[in-house]
């Protein structure tokens, strides 16, 4: 039974007239989801500090938890926003920045990734390694612990944070060991091949449909790249193995086109010898987690995912 108030949302949203991205030119669609942020989004919480970087050419921004001392070397999320690797930005994905820095106590860093279709595949990707390598080589200016670094993100941030993990354990950039502490998948896409049954049974009325994630896949991989579905770089769950990857938590979502991806990832995980555990609130919808003005359950996720943190991060 879909959640109450996640009804409320989809019912509001219709009776706007709220356009589809699929409906929309990318850059129509990103002005969009960029404007909407305010209604559904709490306020943005206090943080101790904010600060906007760069790591080569990839803009990020860093957080510290509300509390922590200035010179606290603290262990480190770095943060993929979801938005089909098309939409989505810093300022979308601000508030749950600031709310996984306070409820895990760790430093956040979050990542402006290359978006498509102007920058196809592998090159968010590639940013994504990149950025975090780079927080790992920055750790002391930064104030973190590179030993306690952890990688996340949601939908298409899942994606690349999946991806990341796979890639530092095999070194895939040939520039030698960056170890991944632990993984925070939320509704992750981790199958670009788009086949699993829940994209029959969630694939349409739920916001995210099938054939946003066809825009979205065709956008990033580019329509007909037959070859891109099956690369572990876009299709994390198609690794050849997931042995040797850090502990994970993958949250999923009941009426959410990809919610049977990322079971199976966390079963594939498991089925490895990885520490892994998959949380599926049965009642939302995909994107649930950035709409905590809205869905109280935003807010029961986020809770969970600083608690984890925090656990497996701790010291």
Request: net charge negative.
């Amino acid at each position: 039974m879909l959640h109450p108030q996640a009804l409320d949302l989809i019912d509001l949203m219709v009776a706007r007239g709220v356009l589809p991205a699929e409906a929309m030119a990318p850059a129509e669609a990103r002005a969009a989801y960029r404007d909407r942020r305010g209604y559904a989004q709490p306020a943005p919480p206090d943080v101790a500090e904010v600060r906007d970087l760069q790591a080569s050419e990839v803009p990020l921004r860093a957080y510290r938890p509300l509390g922590s001392a200035a010179q606290a070397v603290l262990p480190v999320l770095v943060y993929f926003h979801g938005g089909g690797w098309t939409i989505g930005d810093l300022d979308t994905h601000d508030v749950v920045c600031r709310e996984l820095a306070n409820g895990s106590g760790c430093a956040v860093v979050a990542v402006d990734y290359r978006l498509a279709p102007e920058h196809r595949f592998p090159a968010a990707f590639e940013d994504a390694l990149s950025a975090t390598r780079w927080v790992a080589e920055h750790a002391a200016a930064l104030r973190v612990d590179a030993s306690r670094l952890a990688v996340g993100g949601d939908s298409a941030g899942g994606n690349l944070a999946a991806a990341v993990a796979l890639a530092a354990r095999d070194q895939a950039d040939g520039r030698g060991q960056l170890p991944i502490a632990y993984q925070l998948l939320i509704y992750p896409a981790v199958d670009m091949r788009r086949a699993h049954p829940s994209y029959e049974s969630n694939g349409q009325g739920y916001i995210l449909t099938k054939e946003a994630m066809r825009y979205y896949c065709d956008h990033y991989l580019g329509e007909g790249n037959v070859a891109a579905l099956t690369d572990w770089r876009a299709s994390p769950l198609l690794a050849a193995t997931h042995a040797g990857l850090p502990p994970a938590l993958v949250i999923t979502a009941g009426f959410d086109p990809l919610r049977d991806e990322g079971r199976d990832y966390a079963r594939a995980l498991n089925a490895d010898g990885v520490q892994a555990n998959e949380v599926c609130f049965d009642q939302q919808i995909h994107g649930f987690i950035t709409m905590g003005g809205l869905l109280d359950e935003a807010n029961t996720a986020l809770a969970l995912c600083g608690a984890e943190l925090r656990r497996h991060l701790k010291p």
